[in-house]
Nanobody, 123 residues
Framework: QVQLAESGGGLVQTGGSLRLACAAS????????MAWFRQGPGKERAFVCG???????YYRDFVQGRFTVSRDSAKNTVYLQMNSLKPEDTAVYYC?????????????????WGQGTQVTASS
């Protein structure tokens, strides 16, 4: 059983930056493939980016070059550095872990979720 807790959300102006953290407990996070999702108002939860147990990363086009996912194994924590934030990035951001050996994009393929953290980029 893996427990996840996100932090670091907040309100920033367009063009600003935030760093989200996803602290894990119950197991070693580097053993899993992990992802960040987001859910905007009135929208479905969407895959944003992910980091595999190998350390390789994958990003959706709409955040490529602006967001960076990383992992600190000593702290058992995954981070999401978000730069050049836009109003359309406004959403609740969730970290999630899958038991699968791939990095899927469907929320239903993830087994453990954090509670989410609100990110608001205002113009």
């Amino acid at each position: 059983q893996v427990q996840l807790a996100e932090s670091g959300g907040g309100l920033v102006q367009t063009g600003g930056s935030l760093r989200l953290a996803c602290a894990a407990s119950g197991d070693t996070i580097s053993s899993y493939n992990m992802a960040w999702f987001r859910q905007g108002p009135g929208k479905e939860r969407a895959f944003v980016c992910g980091i595999r147990s190998t350390g390789s990363t994958y990003y959706r086009d709409f955040v490529q070059g602006r967001f960076t996912v990383s992992r600190d194994s000593a702290k058992n924590t995954v981070y999401l550095q978000m730069n050049s934030l836009k109003p359309e990035d406004t959403a609740v951001y969730y970290c999630a872990v899958t038991n699968l050996r791939v990095l899927p994009s469907a929320p239903s393929d993830y087994d453990y979720w954090g509670q989410g953290t609100q990110v608001t980029a205002s113009s």
